[in-house]
């Protein structure tokens, strides 16, 4: 297909030779200055931050309102398009991107809505998962990735300013980080939980809790997630 790419953020720049190893012919498109962007294209995928999508779409649909127009914000329902052109839709892979790591698209679940007979076999040229899902229900796995993913990562900047005050370097929390992500390969989250909160070891919860008396945020940060695994883990129970 011939696919028109703007924007060159974290999600473009692993999108862009995704799509061109599978063979398809793409354009990158600078989103602040539209520079060359096509007239025609089989479909143009927008792929910036949430607060630009907006105005981008705005920009990059005149003249083309019969062109196919999808983003690929994982929170933002397909429903900004309405007005700017009569073909649109969404195409969101869900995972974490960085500039500095490629990642393999083999396995990144991309979830469509839409225009499915473009959307679908341009999805499938470059993973073995794909989803049709509606933009209501596309907020909710949004929400839920933030959870396993975002404020994961939060408790990993946590957890390194806490070793690095006692000259620890985080690398020996990776063996650890690993086995705990194995492990919901094969057993559901509240199985594999561990730790003082799944019984609530008091003792030892208020030690830990006291330790972070000068950082009250932290603090908080660390009794709410602990009353949260007991919680759950009593009702696994």
Do not use: W
Request: aromatic share 8%; charged share 20%.
């Amino acid at each position: 297909m011939r696919v028109v790419l703007i924007g060159r953020g974290r999600l473009a720049t692993n999108l862009l030779p995704a799509l061109q190893q599978a063979g398809h012919e793409v354009s990158s498109i600078n989103s602040r200055t539209l520079e060359n962007l096509p007239e025609e294209a089989d479909v143009f995928i927008i792929a910036v931050k949430d607060s630009a999508l907006q105005e981008v779409i705005c920009r990059a649909t005149k003249g083309r309102e019969q062109q196919l127009f999808v983003h690929t914000a994982g929170s933002m329902p397909m429903s900004l398009f309405e007005g700017y052109t009569n073909r649109f839709g969404v195409f969101y892979p869900m995972q974490t991107f960085s500039k500095e790591r490629l990642v393999s698209f083999a396995d990144i679940p991309v979830f469509i809505e839409g225009d499915n007979a473009v959307l679908r076999p341009l999805a499938e040229s470059i993973t073995h998962s794909v989803y049709e899902l509606s933009s209501a229900d596309r907020k909710y796995l949004h929400l839920s990735a933030v959870f396993a993913c975002n404020f994961v990562n939060h408790c990993y900047a946590l957890s390194a300013e806490l070793l690095e005050k006692h000259g620890i370097p985080f690398s020996v929390m990776l063996p650890l980080i690993d086995e705990t992500a194995l492990k919901v390969h094969q057993l559901h989250p509240l199985e594999a939980q561990t730790g003082p909160a799944v019984r609530y070891d008091e003792n030892v919860i208020r030690m830990q809790s006291s330790m972070l008396a000068d950082s009250p945020l932290l603090q908080e940060i660390y009794n709410l997630l602990s009353v949260s695994i007991h919680r759950k883990s009593e009702r696994n129970d």
